[in-house]
């Protein structure tokens, strides 16, 4: 099984090389770009070995603590390459990849075509804007928003506007960065990242109930958790 690099997914994808087909979907996403931002590319933002991100990033654990999934429809904010929401559509009813980066979008589709038709199906993927998620009302019972608080500007106003996508009684799980020192080559620089104490007084204002953090369970990262209680 052979790795591509960077630069050969993206003429992959603008002449639709009929080589997609050889190489396994967790292969490319493991290994491929992977911003995770949804706001704004970070070259900064660990995109080494599947090995290296899977050790800090526990993305098993972070979806175990989303809860069941099954039957339920997911929003993945900022799905860069897909590496949540490919994990997800295994379990999920349906996951929604979110991104405001077309090549992004275009890159889980074609990753997406290496699925069996059952798991394709459950992966859709929306072209969002910077300041809205383009959610329906009260359209998805949990959205995720991974590696990417950090470059949403308005964060309260943008949390407000994702809070009416989701159910009454839905999640909402932000999993981001420390403030302590980590490797440059896997966080951000300190300015694209957001302490729990802001992201926990954010949630408050804008009316999420049930705020849970957990600071213990990754090296890196914090994970919390929310309901949206209208």
Known sequence: MRLFPMYLFFVLIGCQHAEHSHSSVRELEEHGHDHHDGMARNGSVDTNSSEGRFAWQKPTLVIEKLGDLNGKTIADIGAGTGYFTFRMSSEADKVIAIDIDPDMIELINVFSNNLDSLQRSRIETRLAVADNPRLAIHEVDKAIIINTIGY???????????????????????????????????????????????????????????????????????????????
């Open 152 to 230: 949403i500007q308005d964060k309260k106003a943008y949390l407000r506007t994702l809070k009416r996508g989701i159910k009454p009684d839905g999640t909402i799980m932000i999993v981001d960065f420390k403030m302590k020192r980590i490797p440059a080559d896997i966080a951000p620089a300190p300015a694209n990242r957001v302490s729990i104490l802001d992201i926990e007084n954010m949630l408050v204002e804008d009316g999420y109930t049930d705020i849970k953090t957990d600071d213990r369970s990754l090296d890196y990262q914090y994970i919390i958790t929310a309901r949206n209680s209208l």
